[in-house]
């Protein structure tokens, strides 16, 4: 063991165990306060560190004064005791004592406090008091197992730091099950959970403190906050988009790094968790001592009883302790070996996830915590789905991606969560990492083929529609077989990583200078169009046009097969100023405008998005359950049909023509479904033709059998949609396309 001198050291031996301690019970892990059989009431503490020494607990008090408690009892590598009156509200954190030995992946240091894994409440923040470095403030020394500053870089991180972590580190904090709103699973009995079947589904993902921070009918101390975004302001404008479930990106408990503290930011986004149980204290109103749970929950009510659902965004592929030169935080001072995934040198970190580190989801308890971290969102929480970041990092086994999985078996198994909706960002950044089309049924999956297609079409890029015809029609390409449906698809055009879909038609370069990182960070590959000139302009025909292409996209995405996925602000014209990878922009670069939607050049594009949806969710042909078969149906005629400008079908010839012009018919009278009573779904039949090359071109309506007539909905070439008066068009009559348009009709029947 080597660990550095002159510091002021935290003795390795552990307290003598005190008299009113118990030995409690190995389960549930974390902190749980109960009464025991003989009425005694107080907390069990149950703690898995294999391989580890001994395990004390550390209870806080307001003055920050520590008390250390013995773990004695040790069950299947569970250290656990009861301690009688520790009640809701207290905080606490574990040391954790092994060798010191970082050449076989061995870090343990009882120097440094940890927080607990189960925790469900967090108060405080890692690096509260940064230090002074030659660069600015940085994250304490005292947060990392090893000697940051040591001089022999090759050996930069196996010198151990003796100095005490607590004043540095948040606590956990024990929360009642039978407290304010926290009854358990018991409480949702009386709520209303929308379970929106997914082809009806439109997910809106959002930033629960971008969302609120500006809207200006929220009251200021709820801004930023969990209830901030139950207030009924928040929740009128997603009522009145028509959205059916909000993706919110990670609330679980996250810390920063310390590359973005020296450079005086933060990591706005969350995708750096380090507590899974624990709503992130930080999106609080109410309070950091266990108030937060019940903030979330009431939060989680609110959308319930406006019918709308809750989706996480959960980092379970890696945490915020980073690569070996990382902080202790947590897991990897209870045991490193045990809960990362080593590399050969076990010294070093596999990492899959570009991020430093990645957890060994095949050791059981890794398992465990995340499954049990699942369930407890659900049950207690009140979620609806997750969205898995980098879920390709969570389906390998050994080293390659396996969709046999432990953990996707263990999903796949589980009562509670194969009944929620299940979403996978396909890939990974190791070899093989891109999985795109290849999760189990159970699952839907992000479809960045759809994204690529649909923007490369409206930007000009694509040489012909074969592809487009396929993520317009749900990409059976992808996910025809194994029994998926056309919802595994979540369709989308931006999210938070990348450009705004302002931003999408108004750079072609990115703007990333104020991360930090010299424009380095961030996609090069962006497949955007400024539409003829770089950055924000007054040139009336510029302006125009990207307002077009705007609608042109949205209205694409949602009439799209599949499962649509807007972007919180697209709808209302938000943009980044070009900057791509705002990660780290926590202020107005990346909170909503609210004023835009005050603006007359941008309230009609949340008016579109708003009648597609109602759009959308009043005809069943537009949300199918089932892929197209082409095939004539009971009704006579195909299901879905493929048109050229000429009105005719499209030949097998036609796909691979040159062309930007795509007619897509849509068979109401021959959908391939029945109802819940097992009747045949019967609905109106559509017509969209999209058309993506600069000047106008004649497009033929198609005659009869089609149609007797078409009735206009949506023009993208207007910024007012068309009204019920207009008169309708003459079947197998000629009209005109404005260039780069979409435009929707109804068929009228002959």
């Known amino acids: 063991m080597s660990s550095a001198p002159e510091q002021e050291a935290v003795a390795d031996e552990p307290l003598a165990p005190p008299a009113d301690i118990r030995p409690g019970s190995p389960t549930p892990l974390g902190a749980r306060y109960r009464t025991a059989p003989d009425g005694t009431a107080g907390t069990n503490f149950a703690l898995w560190a294999g391989g580890a020494e001994a395990v004390e607990l ?215 968790s380090i507590g899974y149980f624990a709503p992130h204290a930080g999106y609080a109103a109410t309070g950091t001592r266990g108030q937060q749970v019940g903030e979330f929950k009431r939060m989680v009510r609110a959308l319930h009883d406006a019918g709308i659902e809750v989706i996480l965004d959960v980092v379970y592929n890696h945490t915020a302790e980073a690569g070996e030169l990382g902080p202790t935080l947590s897991l990897r001072g209870i045991d490193n070996r045990g809960y990362y995934r080593l590399a050969g040198d076990a010294r070093r970190y596999a990492d899959y996830t570009g991020c430093g580190n990645t957890l060994h ?62 979403i996978a960002e396909p890939w990974d950044v190791g ?18 083929r759809y994204r690529d297609t649909v923007r490369d079409f409206w930007r000009g890029a694509q040489h012909d529609v074969r592809d487009l015809g396929y993520r317009l029609s749900g990409s059976s390409d992808l996910y025809a077989w194994g029994g998926r449906r056309p919802y595994a698809s979540v369709n989308f055009i931006t999210a938070h990583d990348g450009f705004t879909l302002r931003d999408l038609v108004t750079y072609e370069h990115k703007r990333n200078a104020d991360n930090g990182e010299g424009n380095r960070d961030g996609t ?28 042109n996209l949205l209205t694409t995405l949602l009439l799209s097969t599949g499962v649509p996925m807007l972007v919180a602000g697209d709808e209302m014209g938000r943009t980044q100023q070009g900057n791509n990878n705002a990660y780290c922009q926590d202020n107005a670069t990346s909170w909503l405008d609210w004023s835009l939607l005050d603006d007359p050049q941008w309230r009609p594009l949340a008016g579109l998005v708003a009648r597609l949806i109602a759009l959308r969710r009043a005809h069943p042909v537009l949300r199918r359950r089932a892929f197209f078969s082409g095939r004539p149906q009971q009704g006579g005629l195909r299901d879905l049909a493929w048109f050229t400008a000429d009105g005719t079908e499209m030949t097998e010839q036609d796909w691979y023509t040159p062309g930007a012009t ?76 404005a260039g780069r348009s979409v435009t929707l009709f109804r068929a009228v029947p002959g």
């Open 524 to 551: 090069h590959d962006n497949r955007s169009w400024n539409c003829g000139a770089e950055g924000e302009t007054d040139d009336p025909a510029v302006t125009a046009l990207r307002h077009r292409q705007l609608r």
């Open 58 to 272: 550390c209870l806080f008090d307001d003055a920050e004064r520590e008390t250390r408690h013995a773990l004695t009892e040790l069950t299947h590598e569970i250290w656990h005791g009861f301690l009688p009156g520790v009640r809701p509200g207290q905080r606490y954190g574990f040391r954790v004592h092994g060798r010191w030995d970082p050449w076989s992946g061995a870090r343990w240091n009882p120097a440094k406090l940890l927080l607990d894994p189960y925790a469900r409440a967090v108060d405080g923040d890692f690096g509260t008091r940064t230090e002074a470095t030659g660069s600015g403030a940085a994250l304490p020394a005292q947060l990392y197992g090893h000697v940051r500053d040591w001089p022999q870089q090759q050996a930069a991180d196996t010198v151990r730091d003796d100095r005490d972590s607590a004043p540095y580190v948040p606590k956990g904090v024990v929360v009642g099950d039978d407290t304010g709103d926290e009854g358990g699973a018991d409480e949702w009995r009386d709520d209303r959970r929308p379970k929106t079947p997914w082809p009806d589904s439109v997910l809106y993902e959002l930033h629960v403190r971008g969302f609120t921070m500006r809207h200006p009918g929220i009251p200021e101390r709820l801004r930023g906050t969990y209830a901030g975004l139950a207030h009924p302001a928040a929740l009128e404008h997603l009522v009145r988009l028509g959205v059916t479930a909000v993706e919110l990106l990670p609330v679980h408990q996250f810390a920063h790094e310390d590359h973005l503290v020296r450079r005086g930011l933060r990591n706005y986004w969350g995708y750096n």
């Open 361 to 422: 989801v095949v050791q059981p308890h890794v398992l465990r915590l995340i499954t049990d971290s699942l369930r407890y969102w659900v049950t207690e929480m009140g979620v609806d789905g997750f969205r898995f970041d980098l879920a390709a990092a969570l389906a390998r086994s050994m080293h390659d991606v396996d969709m046999l999985s432990p953990f996707l078996a263990v999903i796949a198994q589980d009562p509670v969560l194969r009944r929620v909706k299940l």
């Open 431 to 448: 070899n093989g990492g891109y999985q795109v089309g290849a999760f189990p049924p159970l699952w839907t999956e992000w479809n960045d």
């Open 662 to 737: 795509l007619g897509m018919y849509l068979s109401g009278n021959d959908i391939s479904q029945r109802d819940a009573r097992g009747i045949r779904i019967v609905d109106d039949s559509f017509l969209a033709v999209l058309h993506a090359a600069a000047q106008p071109r004649p497009f033929t309506l198609p005659g009869p059998p089609w149609a007797g007539g078409y009735e206009l909905l949506v023009d993208t070439a207007r910024e007012d949609q068309p009204g019920a008066a207009e008169p309708p068009y003459a079947a197998g009559g000629p009209i005109t396309l």
